[in-house]
């Protein structure tokens, strides 16, 4: 607990400059005390501890925010106390923190939002989900211009930590077996369609802004991210047909550990630039990874440490760089349903 005596006038200056911010007051509203003293003075009195959890508190942007992962991040951040706004063509109903209709295509539109919301992080999923939604003129140039957009942006205003979405499908296990398991991030990168090579310029794009204007963009590589409610019947699905796993390493990502990755990665005092694999702990399958790995990919595949039912996919780098460790384990016999309490 701290102790600080002030001037009437000088303490009413600072209380008053506080309650213009007026959800910052709201929160340390309960933390402070004043009390009269002598000589005119008042006496502010601060739990300390307190404040600075407050304080660690960002605005953080959320582009892509009513997205499969993007909901997932946006309640994540507002749980733990960030101010959010979600970036997006169309709100999710329901879901907390603001909400602007951006398109990310546009850079005027790009640009507004961040100076609007005040942004110190940013977290971008906005973007085509896949090649085949729209032609593929539109899914590389539409993702390909947004990650500029957002990038040229954060640089010109000043905003440091980017969280960027890319996508474990750069390897290309959609068309070739790794060429290693487990597979870090100096796996070569073999994109086999428009939305894939989007996501290698993405990744290029940020190495640049890294490079030339001192930003920290985190390439996220996610892998298999579904929603709970879609786990348990792919899960199922793969199980009658292992083959049909492949590709995506037999392994599933629950969006509520996407979400996490995401938060670490802005609340993280210091953390190096570039790639980051993020996908779940383990095969969901009840065949050891090596197994799987050696049945389905055979001689093509060179198999390094890969014990019991570790992901193919190693997370090591986001573990080491900013704690990153998957909650929810899903398997043949494990499921976490939506309303699951968080596991720590």
């Given at each position: 607990m701290?102790l600080?005596?002030?001037?009437?006038?000088?303490?009413?200056?600072?209380?008053?400059?506080?309650?213009?911010?007026?959800?910052?007051?709201?929160?340390?509203?309960?933390?402070?005390d004043?009390?009269a003293t002598?000589?005119?003075?008042?006496?502010?009195?601060i739990?300390?501890?307190?404040?600075?959890?407050?304080?660690a508190?960002?605005n953080v942007?959320?582009?892509g925010?009513?997205g499969?992962i993007?909901?997932?991040?946006?309640?994540?951040?507002v749980?733990?106390?960030?101010?959010?706004?979600?970036?997006?063509?169309?709100p999710?109903?329901?879901?907390p923190?603001?909400f602007l209709?951006?398109?990310?295509?546009?850079?005027?539109?790009?640009?507004?939002?961040l100076a609007?919301?005040q942004s110190?992080?940013?977290?971008?999923?906005?973007?085509?989900?896949?090649a085949?939604?729209?032609?593929?003129?539109?899914?590389?140039?539409?993702?390909?211009r947004?990650?500029?957009?957002?990038?040229?942006a954060?640089?010109?205003?000043g905003i440091?930590?980017?969280v960027?979405?890319?996508s474990?499908?750069v390897?290309g296990?959609?068309?070739?077996?790794?060429?290693?398991?487990?597979?870090d991030?100096d796996h070569?990168?073999?994109?086999?369609n428009?939305y894939?090579?989007a996501?290698?310029?993405?990744e290029?794009t940020?190495?640049?802004?890294v490079?030339q204007?001192?930003?920290?963009i985190?390439?996220?590589r996610f892998?298999?991210?579904?929603?709970?409610?879609?786990?348990?019947?792919?899960i199922a699905a793969m199980?009658?047909?292992?083959a049909?796993?492949a590709?995506l390493?037999?392994?599933?990502t629950?969006a509520?550990d996407?979400?996490?990755?995401c938060?670490?990665?802005?609340e993280a005092?210091?953390?190096?630039a570039?790639?980051?694999?993020i996908?779940?702990?383990q095969?969901?399958l009840?065949?050891?990874?090596?197994?799987?790995?050696?049945t389905?990919?055979g001689?093509?595949?060179?198999?390094h440490?890969?014990?019991?039912?570790?992901?193919p996919?190693?997370?090591?780098?986001?573990q080491?760089a900013?704690?990153?460790?998957p909650?929810y384990v899903?398997?043949?016999?494990?499921?976490?349903?939506?309303?699951e309490p968080e596991?720590?």
């Open positions: 701290m600080v005596s002030l001037p009437e006038n000088q303490l009413d200056s600072i209380l008053n400059s506080l309650q213009a911010q007026t959800s910052f007051f709201g929160t340390l509203a309960p933390l402070i004043i009390t002598p000589g005119n003075n008042r006496r502010i009195k739990q300390p501890t307190c404040l600075e959890s407050e304080i508190a960002m942007l959320v582009t925010g009513s499969r993007g909901r997932y991040v946006v309640r994540d951040l749980a733990a106390g960030h101010v959010v706004t979600n970036a997006d063509l169309a999710t109903p329901g879901l923190g603001g209709r951006v398109d990310l295509t546009d850079a005027g539109d790009v640009y507004q939002a609007y919301t110190q992080a940013v977290i971008h999923l906005g973007a085509w989900a896949n085949g939604i729209v032609p593929d003129t539109r899914t590389f140039g539409d993702n390909a947004g990650a500029y957009n957002v990038f040229q954060c640089a010109d205003l440091q930590r980017i960027n979405a890319s474990a499908q390897y296990f959609a068309k070739a077996a790794p060429l290693y398991a487990p597979v991030e070569p990168l073999r994109p086999c428009s894939a090579l996501k290698v310029v993405g290029q940020a190495d640049y802004f490079q204007f001192g930003l920290t985190l390439s996220f892998m298999g991210v579904r929603m709970p409610g879609e786990i348990a019947g792919e199980a009658a047909d292992p049909s796993g590709w390493l037999w392994t599933r629950d509520r996407a979400a996490l990755a938060r670490l990665a802005i005092a210091e953390v190096p570039g790639p980051y694999n996908t779940g702990a095969v969901v009840d065949q050891p990874a090596a197994e799987l790995v050696a389905h990919f001689a093509s595949t060179k198999l440490d890969l014990p019991d039912h570790v992901s996919l190693s997370t090591a780098r986001a080491a900013f704690g990153y460790r909650r899903w398997n043949q016999r494990q499921r976490h349903p939506e309303n596991t720590e």
